[in-house]
């Protein structure tokens, strides 16, 4: 099947990039997660971040086409595929089981119960990665604990090396926001506690945000410990979860789905970067930047 290749493309996409790029960490199977730059160091610095969830592969497909659109400020670093054992395992199932050690793939067959893994969610230890970071680690409404397909949160925050892979980058870059992309349901999640002038300032974004794909910005409860949450809550950032893709649509997308996503989606990096500077210049102060 071609969705079969949709690994491949994303990794040929990291090799034949000529601008900066580099390997900011390794999954849990030995699998380099990379990252492309576009832009220049100015203000403002995102963090894109894409196929956290293993069924959501098809969101690392994004990358290239946003990436090459370039920055008009700042710059931006692209991760197309934060999971990529999980993406692998999603698409290709028992060929993935294969090629890793007997050991694991059992432990993998048994935790999803079937050899169908379609619809996985977490990584190569059973951890569903955007429940492992460290802000309120433990307090989603729909969290496990214990291996499963989705939602289990690790033995604790940041017990994965995909986790602290993106938490070490984002200590290095430090991003002046981050945007992490998921499917589906066509919403985009920006709250996590901010108070006062944060509150109104990642508000305005997330409408401007909104306006650009034609998506709904709007408010979740019940949930914790995702990348979104952690750079809200610990970087003091603006940090927003996109869900692109109809809800009409089935998990796990396929590629034949892309085509009206990206229109929807192509430029919002680039929109990103221009609120960013329009919220510096009204507030001429917001450039704080944390560095733990």
Not at 90 to 107: C, D, H, V, W
Not at 208 to 216: F, S
Not at 232 to 242: G, V
Request: charge should be positive.
């Amino acid at each position: 099947m071609v969705c079969m290749d949709a690994v491949r493309k994303i990794y040929r996409f990291y090799e034949s990039w000529q601008g900066e790029k580099r390997i900011i960490g390794a999954s849990v199977c030995g699998m380099p997660i990379v990252a492309v730059f576009a832009g220049r160091h100015a203000y403002p610095q995102i963090i894109v971040q894409y196929a956290m969830h293993a069924r959501e592969w098809v969101t690392g497909l994004f990358a290239e086409e946003q990436a090459l659109r370039g920055m008009k400020y700042g710059g931006a670093w692209f991760i197309p595929l934060a999971n990529p054992d999980g993406a692998l395992l999603s698409l290709e199932g028992e060929r993935f089981l294969q090629r890793i050690t007997p050991l694991r793939a059992r432990f993998l067959l048994r935790v999803n119960g079937s050899e169908d893994f379609r619809l996985w969610k977490a990584n190569a230890n059973a951890v569903d990665l955007n429940v492992n970071f460290s802000a309120g680690w433990g307090t989603g409404a729909k969290n496990v604990r214990e291996p499963a397909p989705e939602n289990y949160i690790g033995r604790r925050a940041f017990s994965e090396p995909e986790t602290r892979a993106l938490r070490k980058f984002t200590q290095e870059v430090c991003p002046d926001a981050t945007l992490s992309y998921h499917t589906k349901g066509e919403e985009i999640y920006w709250e996590y506690g901010q108070k006062g002038e944060a509150l109104e300032r990642d508000g305005r974004i997330a409408a401007a945000l909104a306006e650009e794909t034609g998506y709904a910005a709007v408010k979740i409860t019940g949930s914790g410990g995702g990348y979104k949450d952690w750079c809200i809550r610990e970087r003091k950032i603006p940090a927003f979860t996109i869900e692109a893709g109809s809800d009409a649509l089935r998990h796990p997308l396929a590629e034949c789905d892309l085509a009206p996503i990206l229109v929807k989606n192509r430029d919002v990096v680039r929109r990103l970067e221009e609120e960013l500077c329009a919220a510096k210049g009204a507030s001429g102060k917001w450039t704080k930047r944390k560095n733990s």
